[in-house]
């Protein structure tokens, strides 16, 4: 079967131990407002326009024959500085295990790859059979937890190392900053409690959000004694939304009210 | 360290208003009539008397430069006439040599007058000269110094006496001698108008000296890394004076760690020293190179990594397991090979025995591949024709260099001499420039000229030379859309193997006029800007007026599939047989060191580089957005330091082609 992925990022170091790569799997059922990696909310293909530096020469508007042009109305091969990009590939498990597996030399024993996204779990199927196909290979998965219990489970199952996310404990505030109820999220974390496998819980420090005492404190309870990481807010979040023609929601203009 | 000198060499640098100019000499020397030898002699005799021994704060090793210049020996018309008549290489003062510091360690100066001509002996005379005075100089401020109540600042300058008796006159005794000795002998070769003055392997050489002084009880760890510093600010009082390409291009490379003649791991105590000082330093000078082989431990390369993460672009790794076997295959002999060390950026040179001319001349690769594109490329009936005629201009450019080289000639420098053994090596090393744009040519060529067949060799051509102003569309697919090194591609990776093969292929087997080899290098110096504006566009599609990359790195705007790719790519060809030197450049973004893992990953990444046969590897931690804030308020970045092309340098300081092409480097991040 196919998978939509955004990138294949080598030497992902921050994304579990040894030497690493990374595939950034398209799609996310969650909204999250500081969200770092807007190309992989859609699990469609995407225009990336590096409008800043375009010089408005216009060669991309006039027609052209390529069909890969024809869903974005602007040509996608005559760029000089190369500025349009389509952010979303399609490919088969075999493809993705292949190119994956060509940089196995890396990896040694402790390395590996890192499933992450957009949220993995949404194209769970595909994952299974690129695992299928990597043979023994340490994998990790970078999950928001967003999923019904049997997909969670199955997957993170066949993991050697699990990130997930809590991102806000208050289901209230989830529901407002991410677009959706923690319920799930919760009920898989619970199951990875009980599972054993080795996971991270992972907060991203979002100023006046993510960051206050009491959902930090909330969340540390939850939690339950397992590893944690506060990942500092990226700044240059927003850079990416513009590429895209979308809009950063939490841009200065629409800081958040914290109370 | 002692921040008391740091602020006054780095931050003040008050001590370079001591210097005075120099009046011009050279009238006079030839209207006596001096022969070349005698002129050196005299002026490196005359420039020891104009040196006023000075002492900066409570330093431990001293000597510094009080003359701002160093006037030619030969008029203008002189050397209209040597270069006339022989083959003049740079300034034609002789660089890029390490000398045989350990022998003057062990016996000292005054040992080596037995085996001397006279104008070795004046040279030996004069340093001494300086030496004597400087000593006498401290004795005498000791005296002043504690009168005025600083009895702590008059022991300092007594103890700087009592080791200015002994060295460089007599062998070294303690570590601080062994340094104060290494100070002024490079010091001195500096002054007697040699450049690029390298220091070789330091660890190797000066370590028994800390070993011995550590057993007795003499120095803790802790003053032995003092010292260490202090030696390194001391190699950056008078390098502002030292001739380069730009400011910082002044060769003070040292070479840490490798095999020993023994065969074991040469990576000592005082190999940690090197990199912690540079660490907490943060200076350009000395440029560390360390080597390393499939038997380095995790812990080294994590060390190493920790020293790239200040953004020094050290260490520079070399690969003992790709360079001896190398420099074996090229006639160097298994005991001398093992002892090798770096020049001013990466030529791989002997110490002491080595007479190497290292950077002789350079192949611009595109500019081949340009020729043959037009004159070649229309009557090409196959691939395999294209292949040939690439090969045949090759060997025509390297024939052409190699036969231009003849009657070489460097001034006399009778103060080196006394430093170097007989020469046994006199090769001579050709960089070989843009590779990574020549080979992403032929890719291209190969790609769509005879494989897809879906450009014309006519419209191939015509882009390039219109530098595809009419045909944006060859442009994007040339530039964006073709295989690259880089990009997992078997081809182009076959290509620059073909190049490397054919490159060494071509130079085998030929003499040069000192009777020594010639060697292939995959390095470019300058010639990464220089040569690129003889050509225009390229089939790789570069245009018109863009850099190649520097040294043996894949192309600026390669969309590489990443650091692993690159590897992978720029491993493949046997680099033992181009083994010149000439890094694999890699710049990583300041934010993937962020972690204690991520350090120790990225030491990893250099272990695999080692393990999967490259030769030499330069680590560079950028932030592009940094180095244009930079640019544009220079003043708010004093200290910002870059790698170049085989050396570091304060980015503030660098003419702004050199800042471009740091900023436009592929930047590897999270």
Aim: proline share 5%; aromatic share 8%.
């Amino acid at each position: 079967m196919t998978g939509m992925i955004f990138d294949v990022k080598e030497l992902g170091v921050h994304d579990g131990p040894g030497l690493r790569t990374t595939v950034f799997l398209k799609g996310c059922p969650l909204r999250c407002m500081w969200c770092h990696n807007p190309e992989g909310l859609t699990m469609s293909k995407q225009l990336s326009v590096r409008e800043n530096a375009c010089t408005h020469c216009g060669a991309c508007r006039k027609p052209c024959t390529h069909a890969d042009c024809r869903p974005f109305g602007r040509c996608l091969h005559i760029c000089p500085q190369g500025l349009i990009k389509v952010v979303g590939e399609e490919v088969t498990a075999r493809e993705l295990a292949d190119r994956l597996l060509r940089n196995k030399m890396f990896w040694g024993e402790k390395g590996g790859v890192t499933f992450s996204g957009g949220e993995p779990l949404l194209q769970a199927e595909f994952v299974h059979e690129v695992l299928d196909l990597l043979g023994d290979v340490h994998c990790a998965i970078e999950t928001s937890g967003y999923a019904d219990p049997d997909t969670f489970l199955s997957l993170v199952k066949r993991m050697s190392l699990v990130y997930m996310d809590l991102k806000l404990a208050d289901d209230g505030l989830h529901r407002k900053y991410t677009g959706v109820s923690n319920a799930p999220i919760l009920k898989n974390l619970e199951q990875l409690l009980a599972s054993g496998i080795p996971c991270v819980i992972r907060t991203p420090l979002i100023p006046g959000i993510t960051d206050t005492p009491s959902n930090l404190a909330a969340i540390k309870e939850l939690a339950g004694g397992l590893v944690q990481e506060l990942l500092p807010n990226n700044a240059m979040a927003g850079a990416k939304y513009e590429l895209l023609g979308l809009k950063f929601p939490l841009s200065s203009a629409s800081s958040p009210d914290t109370k | 360290m002692n921040t008391q000198l740091y602020q006054t060499i780095v931050i003040e640098k008050s001590h370079r208003t001591l210097r005075r100019e120099l009046p011009e000499i050279a009238q006079e020397y030839s209207v006596a009539g001096l022969t070349p030898i005698e002129r050196m002699t005299r002026r490196f005799e005359w420039l020891c008397k104009e040196q006023e021994p000075m002492f900066l704060g409570d330093e431990k090793i001293c000597f510094l430069r009080t003359t701002k210049n160093i006037p030619d020996v030969f008029t203008k018309e002189e050397w209209e006439e040597i270069r006339s008549k022989h083959y003049i290489h740079e300034s034609g003062y002789p660089s890029n040599l390490t000398v045989d510091y350990g022998k003057i360690l062990k016996n000292g100066l005054l040992a080596l007058k037995d085996e001397s001509d006279t104008y070795g002996c004046r040279s030996i005379d004069a340093i001494l000269g300086l030496v004597e005075r400087y000593r006498q100089a401290a004795l005498a401020e000791s005296r002043t110094v504690l009168a005025e109540g600083h009895a702590a600042l008059a022991d300092g300058r007594s103890a700087l006496a009592h080791v200015l008796e002994q060295v460089p006159a007599y062998g070294a005794r303690s570590f601080r001698e062994a340094l104060q000795c290494v100070r002024i002998i490079n010091f001195a070769l500096w002054l007697e108008g040699d450049y690029h003055n390298t220091l070789g392997r330091v660890d190797q050489y000066l370590y028994p000296f800390l070993k011995q002084d550590m057993e007795a009880g003499i120095l803790t760890k802790e003053d032995a890394l003092e010292l260490v510093e202090e030696f390194f600010l001391s190699l950056n009082r008078d390098s502002d004076l030292y001739p380069g390409v730009q400011q910082g291009d002044n060769g003070q490379s040292l070479m840490l760690g490798g095999k020993t003649k023994d065969g074991s791991c040469g990576f000592n105590l005082l190999s940690e020293l090197c990199l912690k000082a540079s660490q907490e330093l943060k200076l350009i000078d000395p440029k560390i190179n360390i080597r390393v082989d499939k038997d380095t431990p995790d812990e080294i390369y994590t060390m190493c990594s920790e020293l790239t993460k200040v953004g020094l672009g050290f260490p520079q790794y070399s690969n003992d397991d790709v360079v001896l076997p190398g420099l074996i295959e090229m006639g160097y002999a298994p005991e001398d090979a093992v002892e090798y060390t770096v020049a001013a950026c990466w030529e791989f040179i002997i110490p002491g025995v080595g007479r190497d001319v290292a950077n002789i001349a350079a192949l611009s690769v595109p500019k081949v591949i340009d020729t043959c594109l037009h004159r070649d490329l229309p009557g090409c009936q196959c691939l395999e024709d294209f292949y040939k005629a690439v090969a045949d201009e090759i060997r025509t450019g390297l024939d052409a260099i190699c036969d231009n080289i003849k009657d070489l000639w460097f001034v006399p420098a009778p103060f080196l001499n006394l430093l170097m053994d007989t020469p046994k090596y006199q090769n001579f090393g050709i960089h070989n420039v843009g590779l990574s744009t020549a080979a992403d040519s032929l890719t291209a060529i190969m790609e769509h000229v005879f494989d897809t067949k879906d450009v014309t060799a006519e419209r191939l051509i015509a882009g390039v030379d219109s530098d595809f102003a009419k045909d944006p569309e060859l442009l994007h697919m040339l530039r964006f859309e073709t295989p690259k090194l880089g990009t997992n591609s078997d081809k182009a990776d076959e290509n620059l193997v073909w190049l490397l093969d054919t490159i060494a292929d071509a130079l085998e087997g030929k003499k040069n006029c000192l009777g020594g080899c010639y060697r292939a290098g995959t390095g470019s110096a300058m010639y990464y800007l220089w040569s690129a504006e003889e050509i225009g566009a390229s089939p790789d599609g570069r245009r018109k007026g863009e850099p190649f990359a520097a040294n043996y790195s894949i192309s600026l705007f390669t969309r590489t599939d990443g650091p692993f790719s690159v590897l992978r790519s720029m491993t493949k060809p046997s680099l033992s047989r181009t083994i010149n030197g000439g890094p694999l450049t890699l710049e990583f973004h300041d934010t993937i060191f962020k972690t204690p893992e991520a350090v120790a990953q990225v030491g990893q990444y250099v272990k695999q580089f080692v393990l999967m046969g490259g030769h030499q590897l330069q680590l560079n931690a950028v932030n592009a957005d940094t180095l244009k804030q930079a640019q544009a308020h220079p003043e708010h970045y004093p200290q910002l330091i870059v790698r170049i092309w085989g050396w570091s340098a304060y980015f503030v300081e660098l003419d702004r082609a050199y800042q471009d092409h740091v900023i436009a480097r592929q930047e590897y991040s999270l």
